[in-house]
């Protein structure tokens, strides 16, 4: 993820979307993969809920309301529950109250999937929320008009208990 290190807060690695490896965020890929169509990315208005009802407990959806300024506008229950809290109708800055640097690295990676309209993937454990023992993969996918500004971020993420 870009940014790591440099704010003494590792939110994960940067991976490559063929590196996921957790089945329902591959299946959250693909679900965004066919939408769009062989075209840079899907619209908000072509994801439906209800097409993917075993995957609304992973998904996440972020608001892009300007360079660097993105709000959480919904977070699944296995997020909510991995996290210890639902930050629905934050801005993603506000997640510096919960750990300093937080905030700013999701911003940094969330900035990194739209200034290059693709999907941005990373996994790692949830130390950051006080909880090494978790680890987390997720995918960040871009919605937008066609040759117009991304509006929306969608995203799948999943968790698993880490083997030592």
Do not use: C
């Amino acid at each position: 993820m870009p940014d790591n290190g440099r704010m003494g807060l590792n939110l994960g690695e940067q991976i490559a979307v063929s590196d996921l490896t957790m089945a329902r965020v591959r299946e959250g890929f693909a679900y965004w993969d066919a939408l769009r169509a062989g075209r840079p990315m899907p619209t908000r208005a072509e994801v439906n809920p209800t097409a993917i009802p075993q995957l609304l407990p992973y998904i996440l959806l972020i608001g892009v309301n300007g360079p660097g300024d993105f709000e959480f506008r919904l977070m699944g229950g296995a997020s909510t529950e991995a996290h210890g809290f639902n930050p629905t109708g934050w801005n993603l800055r506000d997640l510096e109250n919960v750990r300093e640097g937080y905030g700013r690295q999701m911003v940094a990676f969330l900035q990194w999937v739209v200034d290059r309209a693709e999907p941005g993937a990373s996994r790692g454990t949830l130390a950051h929320v006080d909880k090494g023992f978790r680890t987390f993969e997720l995918v960040y996918l871009p919605l937008g008009p066609q040759g117009g500004p991304i509006d929306f971020i969608l995203g799948f993420a999943d968790y698993a208990t880490k083997k030592d």
